[in-house]
C-alpha cells in the first residue's frame, strides 16, 4: 500500500483505472502456426512487431494498434523479480496478443512514460495470483494504488528519471563490455595453455584417454512420472552454466529411479558436457555433484586419471579449439547435435601428467584473478540495477524532483 503521509500534499492517490485508459478490446491472440503461415512469403517491410508479456515475440502480417502505448504483461511477466522491467512502451503500428494489458495515458490527466515507470517501481505480489504461471487480471490491475501528480511534474518526473537512467545505463554498459572481455581472456588463457608442440606432445583422441564416454539416457528411458522434486539433480545442458554445475531442484528424480540407470551416474572427476545447442559447454564434476545423474541433453567424458587429470581434460575441452571441431563435426538441422563418435574423435594432444599438473596450475592461478575481477563488475551491475529501483522509489515518493511551491498553494 502506498503511504499518503509521505507524499506532497497536492500529489492524489487515486487507483490505476481511474487515471488509465486500459484498451484490452484493441489486443487479439492468434495461433503460432497460423501467424507463421501469414508471414511466410512477405517481404520484412511488409510485416509489424508482434508483441505478448515481455516484449516483441516475433512479427505479423498485419496491426490492430498505431500509436504510443504501455504494455503489461497480463501472465508470464516477472512480476516478483524487482530487477526486471514488468511494463514497456510500445509505438508505431503493432499487434498485442492475449498475454498483455494495454494501457494508454489520459488526456490532461497522466502521461505514458510516467505510468511506465510507475509500473515499474512497484511490487506486484498482492495483486497476481496463481502458482507455476503468475496472472495479473484485468480487475486487479485497475486496482492498483497510482501516485497522481500534475502533469507537469509528471513530466519534471519523467525527465530526471531518464536523465538519471541514461548515466547508470552507460556506467552499466561499460561494466558489461568488461565483462565480454573478461571472457575473451580466458579464452586467450586456454589458448595460450593448449599452444602444444605437436612433435613433443602425444597425438591421441579423447576415447584412447578415456574410461568412459556416455551420452545421456533416451528420452524413453525417463517418464514424467520419473519427476519430482528435490530428489537427485538431473543435468541437462542449461544447467552447465559458465564452467559450474546449477542443479534446479525441479529437474530431480528419486535415489531408486536413478540406481536402475547406473550407466548415467556422474561421479567426481568426469567432465561432464552438452550435447546439443551451444557447443563446448562443460563442467567438471566435483564431491559436491558425485552421484548426480546425467541428463538426456548431456553427456559425460570419465578420464582415465593414470593418463589425464580431470582438471586439465575440463580446460581442455573448454577451449575454442575443441568448440570449433564439435560445431564442424556436430549434426542436426534445426539445433547442433553431438553423437558418440563426433565426441570418441575429438583429438588431443597430450602432455605427460607432470606437465598437465603445471598447466593447471597456471590457468588457475590466471583465471582467479579473472574470477575476483568478474565479481567485483558483477556486482557493480547489481548495484546500478538496486539504483536504479531506488530512482523510481525516490520518484514516486516525491523526492526525485524539487515541487513548486506555486503548485502547492493551487491544490
Known amino acids: 500500500m502506498i503511504d499518503k503521509s509521505i507524499l506532497p500534499a497536492h500529489w492524489e492517490v487515486k487507483k490505476l483505472g481511474e487515471v488509465v485508459q486500459v484498451l484490452d478490446n484493441l489486443r487479439k491472440p492468434i495461433n503460432s502456426t497460423e501467424r507463421q503461415k501469414r508471414i511466410a512469403d512477405k517481404k520484412q517491410e511488409e510485416l509489424f512487431p508482434y508483441y505478448g508479456a515481455t516484449g516483441q515475440v516475433g512479427w505479423i502480417d498485419d496491426f490492430l494498434t498505431e500509436g504510443e502505448f504501455i504494455l503489461i504483461g497480463e501472465d508470464g511477466a516477472p512480476f516478483l523479480d524487482i530487477f526486471k522491467s514488468k511494463a514497456y512502451l510500445i509505438k508505431g503500428r503493432t499487434w498485442v496478443n492475449n498475454h498483455a494489458h494495454i494501457l494508454k495515458e489520459k488526456d490532461s490527466v497522466t502521461l505514458n512514460k510516467y505510468i511506465l515507470h510507475f509500473l515499474n517501481s512497484i511490487n506486484y505480489r498482492e495483486f497476481v495470483n496463481g502458482t507455476t504461471r503468475l496472472k495479473l487480471t484485468k480487475g486487479s490491475l485497475i486496482e492498483i494504488p497510482f501516485v497522481l501528480p500534475p502533469l507537469s511534474e509528471q513530466?519534471?518526473?519523467?525527465?530526471?528519471?531518464?536523465?538519471?537512467?541514461?548515466?547508470?545505463?552507460?556506467?552499466?554498459?561499460?561494466?558489461?563490455?568488461?565483462?565480454?572481455?573478461?571472457?575473451?581472456?580466458?579464452?586467450?588463457?586456454?589458448?595460450?595453455?593448449?599452444?602444444?608442440?605437436?612433435?613433443?606432445?602425444?597425438?591421441?583422441?579423447l576415447s584412447e584417454i578415456s574410461d568412459k564416454i556416455q551420452i545421456g539416457p533416451f528420452g524413453t528411458q525417463l517418464h514424467k512420472e520419473d519427476y519430482i522434486e528435490g530428489g537427485i539433480p538431473l543435468i541437462n545442458p542449461m544447467h552447465i552454466v559458465a564452467g559450474l554445475i546449477k542443479a534446479d531442484s525441479s529437474y530431480s528424480i528419486s535415489v531408486a529411479k536413478r540406481d536402475t540407470l547406473p550407466n548415467?551416474?556422474?561421479?567426481?572427476?568426469?567432465?561432464?558436457?552438452?550435447?546439443?545447442?551451444?557447443?563446448?559447454?562443460?563442467?567438471?564434476?566435483?564431491?559436491?555433484?558425485?552421484?548426480?545423474?546425467?541428463?538426456?541433453?548431456?553427456?559425460?567424458?570419465?578420464?582415465?586419471?593414470?593418463?589425464?587429470?580431470?582438471?586439465?581434460?575440463?580446460?581442455y575441452l573448454s577451449n575454442d579449439t575443441v568448440k570449433k571441431y564439435l560445431e564442424q563435426n556436430a549434426g542436426g538441422t534445426t539445433m547442433a547435435n553431438l553423437n558418440l563418435k563426433i565426441v570418441n574423435n575429438i583429438p588431443v594432444h597430450l602432455p605427460n601428467l607432470e606437465e598437465q599438473h603445471q598447466i593447471v596450475q597456471e590457468i588457475e592461478s590466471r583465471l582467479s584473478v579473472c574470477d575476483k575481477v568478474e565479481e567485483t563488475i558483477t556486482k557493480g551491475i547489481q548495484q546500478a540495477e538496486t539504483?536504479?529501483?531506488?530512482?523510481?522509489?525516490?520518484?514516486?515518493?516525491?523526492?526525485?524532483v524539487k515541487v513548486r511551491k506555486s503548485e502547492v498553494k493551487m491544490a
Open 387 to 400: 539504483l536504479r529501483q531506488s530512482i523510481l522509489k525516490k520518484a514516486f515518493e516525491g523526492k526525485l
Open 264 to 315: 548415467y551416474i556422474l561421479r567426481e572427476g568426469d567432465v561432464i558436457m552438452g550435447r546439443r545447442g551451444e557447443m563446448g559447454r562443460c563442467a567438471l564434476v566435483t564431491s559436491k555433484e558425485d552421484g548426480w545423474f546425467c541428463g538426456t541433453g548431456s553427456l559425460f567424458v570419465r578420464p582415465n586419471t593414470e593418463l589425464v587429470d580431470p582438471e586439465f581434460l575440463y580446460f
Open 155 to 205: 513530466q519534471e518526473i519523467v525527465s530526471k528519471i531518464e536523465e538519471l537512467f541514461s548515466e547508470l545505463d552507460k556506467g552499466k554498459e561499460q561494466l558489461e563490455t568488461a565483462l565480454k572481455q573478461l571472457k575473451v581472456y580466458r579464452q586467450a588463457v586456454l589458448k595460450w595453455a593448449f599452444e602444444v608442440d605437436k612433435n613433443r606432445y602425444t597425438a591421441t583422441t
